[in-house]
């Protein structure tokens, strides 16, 4: 099985499978994608709930809201760098 | 997908495609804040220029004095400055131009802007001693995690802003490359978008590193 897998791949060029396999990286960087989803609308389902409760301070809750979401995207952006860094500045190329 | 275009090079400095439409967003936030300033009154009336000017001035300091606190106003023009360079290169979609925060190297500049900020605030107000003690808290062997915390939080606001416009500018890349084909289409697919990444993620992206900015340097003054 191995070795049919090594042989098929061995008819290919070797740039070719590396750049066939930093497409399939990008791809995979990008599910960190669903830690900042599940994160922002947990962030958001809570401030909604807060509004509910305390509508006065609405200004407030969504100020804070903001930052806490934007800070929960971070590990989504550097999944995205890492993408971006695979697809259009791919060091492994040289 | 290309990064900004590089139009000549002069004495080894590349004019970047970044550096002309800062220039262009420059000029027209000049013109757009000299009509909004220009015969300021005191008394009397004011025009509709000045209480427009006086209204984003009235917020930005509310802002800063609820986020900061109400000692800290002398960062209000800092951060007004900010914000509005931020608006302004962040909407530039909007007239086709590029974005300058697409480009790791503007994003960066802010972003050690804002470090360098929080450290020279931080060691002003609560003395070198106590700021240097603030590394070796909880515990001793903790410094080299403290010393990496603070390193970090440039890194990710840079990368933030960067990869929120970037996002936005591959994403409106892909669309205008698929949709020449299409002629009507090709003028009402692109329009929700650009109200999207141009306006929404724009404006927040732009408030967020703002307030990011905030709560940071005010949280260095008072450690």
Known sequence: MESSILSFLSQFDGLTIVKAASAIGAGLAMIAGIGPGIGQGFAGGKAAEAVGMRPDSQGDIIKTMLIGAAVAETCGIFGLIVALILLFANPLLG | ?223
């Open chain 2, 1 to 223: 997908m290309n990064g900004p275009e590089i139009y000549c090079t002069i004495f080894g400095f590349e004019l970047t495609e970044t550096i002309v439409n800062t220039w262009i967003i420059m000029a027209i936030a000049f013109v757009i804040f000299y009509l909004l300033t220009r015969n300021l009154k005191a008394e009397g009336r004011p025009g509709k220029a000045q209480i427009i000017g006086e209204t984003i001035v009235t917020t930005m300091d509310n802002l800063v004095g609820s986020t900061m606190g109400k000692d800290k106003m002398r960062f209000g023009a800092y951060m007004l400055s900010l914000m509005m360079f931020l608006v302004f290169c962040n909407v530039s979609g909007f007239i086709g131009l590029r974005a300058p925060t697409a480009d790791l190297n503007v994003t960066f500049t802010l972003a050690i802007m804002t470090f360098c900020m929080i450290h020279f605030n931080s060691i002003r107000s609560v003395g070198l001693k106590h700021y240097a003690k603030e590394y070796i808290e909880p515990l001793p062997f903790l410094l080299p995690i403290n010393i990496l915390e603070q390193f970090t939080l440039p890194l990710s606001m840079g990368f933030r802003l960067f990869g929120n416009m970037t996002g936005g500018v591959i994403i409106m890349g892909l669309v205008y490359a698929g949709l020449t084909e299409m002629m009507f289409l090709g003028l009402v697919i692109p329009v929700p978008l650009h109200f999207y990444f141009d306006g929404f993620v724009a404006a927040l992206q732009s408030f967020v590193f703002t307030m990011l900015t905030m709560v940071f340097v005010a949280k260095g003054i008072d450690q």
